[in-house]
């Protein structure tokens, strides 16, 4: 499923570049998430989400892949080091292809995804998880188990 999503092409991580068959293996859920260092909400949702992800990163059923919309590298380094999950690497072409996919038109946006199934669980998960915090995430998890 990583790679019909993904392809095969390595994703960034803070440890190097990783395969996305590998970068997913444990987990049940992927989140998709679109996002720019100069979008207020964005500045916003990201370290709320960071700090939900943390708490959650033991078990390694979440997995996410950050979709930089940022327009240079500095900035897209300043902010994904921001972040502790993987990313798409800067100007990468699977972000036009996954943002067509899932109908972005507007950051940020969190798609959630059953690994397993590619299934879309929720298309709009930065204000499910605003709104709901940690229980958002657990209830994805409920769906795929």
Same mark, same amino acid.
């Given at each position: 499923m990583a790679e019909e999503l993904l392809g095969t092409a390595e994703l960034t991580s803070?440890?190097?570049?990783?395969?996305?068959?590998?970068? !997913?293996?444990? %987990?049940?859920i992927v989140g998709?998430?679109?996002?720019?260092?100069?979008?207020?909400?964005?500045?916003?949702?990201?370290?709320?989400?960071a700090e939900l992800y943390n708490e959650l990163a033991g078990?390694?059923?979440?997995?996410?892949?950050?979709c930089s919309g940022d327009k240079d590298i500095e900035t897209y380094n300043e902010y994904y080091g921001e972040m502790p999950w993987l990313?798409?690497? !800067?100007?990468? %072409?699977?972000?036009?292809?996954?943002?067509?996919?899932?109908?972005v038109r507007g950051v940020p946006r969190l798609v959630i995804i059953n690994k397993a199934t590619g299934e879309v669980?929720?298309?709009?998960?930065?204000?499910?998880?605003?709104?709901?915090?940690p229980s958002a995430i657990e209830e994805y998890l409920a769906k795929v188990k």
């Open positions: 803070k440890s190097g570049p990783v395969l996305p068959s590998n970068a !997913f293996e444990s %987990a049940k998709i998430y679109f996002s720019m260092h100069n979008c207020p909400p964005c500045r916003q949702f990201t370290p709320v989400f078990d390694k059923t979440l997995e996410v892949v950050f990313a798409l690497p !800067f100007k990468d %072409a699977r972000m036009a292809a996954l943002a067509k996919k899932y109908d669980l929720e298309q709009n998960g930065v204000q499910k998880l605003m709104m709901e915090g």
